[in-house]
């Protein structure tokens, strides 16, 4: 790839610059001028010629070899110089396609910026809710009873229906003070279905009507006769009738008859 072969060119042109720069550096240091006639002249005896021929090999040795690494560093540019190239023409195409990146993301990132202003401006016109928790009952919490269940409120009670007959009792209700009146009730016709009453209720008012008449009128009879007291005679069997059942029965029926007359 052109990234791993310019990384490699690179490193090797660099270890040849120091290289080069290293052997710049042992020239300076030679006991000889090489270049200067001067120095040639100067030369008296054998003696010094000798030395001076010994530190004349050795700087042209070092200046030979100085020579040699320019032209290696010379025949290593012309191919650094065409990875350069490529390299340039290889990241030009990186740098527009991460340009084509970097505006999409841009682009994006205005979507959603716009996108959150609009979800803001919503936001603004709902209207306000309370943000508390809503408290969940309690697990240990004792279960209602007693009067605290709801299902002892109301009462259900069974009436039997007759859908033959279309008649409705106006009143059913006993109180003392109408043990002396007449049992006869008005029933009035009704155009539409209504709850009639059983003959078995029927038969149990008539007896508790009965059973109060009967003593007060032998009480009146006797009351004419002066001191003769006369024992009040036995009541009626009323073990089996239940007062407070029929009560609640008639109660509803009363209730039923107005309902269905409204």
Do not use: W
Request: proline fraction near 6%; hydrophobic fraction near 35%.
């Amino acid at each position: 790839t052109v990234p791993q072969s310019l990384i490699e060119q690179l490193g090797a042109y660099k270890l040849a610059v120091d290289e080069r720069e290293f052997k710049e550096e042992q020239l300076s240091t030679l006991r000889v001028d090489v270049c200067s006639t001067e120095t040639l002249k100067r030369l008296k005896d054998r003696a010094g010629g000798k030395r001076f021929s010994k530190d004349f090999e050795e700087s042209s040795l070092k200046l030979e070899d100085f020579c040699a690494e320019l032209d290696r560093e010379v025949k290593r540019t012309p191919p650094l110089i065409e990875a350069l190239e490529n390299a340039e023409i290889f990241y030009e195409a990186q740098y527009k396609e991460v340009k084509i990146v970097v505006n999409a993301y841009k682009t994006f990132a205005n979507r959603v910026n716009n996108l959150k202003k609009k979800l803001d401006q919503m936001k603004s016109t709902l209207p306000e809710h309370d943000e508390s928790p809503i408290l969940s009952p309690c697990m240990d919490a004792p279960s209602p009873n007693g009067s605290e269940s709801p299902m002892r409120q109301t009462e259900v009670i069974e009436v039997e229906m007759s859908p033959g007959d279309n008649c409705a009792v106006e009143d059913m209700e006993l109180s003392d003070d109408e043990g002396d009146a007449d049992t006869t009730h008005i029933i009035e016709p009704s155009p539409t279905p209504t709850v009639s009453i059983s003959l078995k209720l029927v038969k149990a008012k008539a007896a508790i009507s009965t059973s109060v008449e009967t003593p007060r009128s032998k009480s009146a009879a006797s009351g004419g006769g002066g001191s003769v007291v006369t024992s009040p005679q036995a009541l009626p069997n009323l073990v089996n009738i239940d007062l407070g059942k029929i009560s609640s029965i008639l109660s509803s029926l009363t209730s039923a008859m107005k309902n269905t007359g409204q």
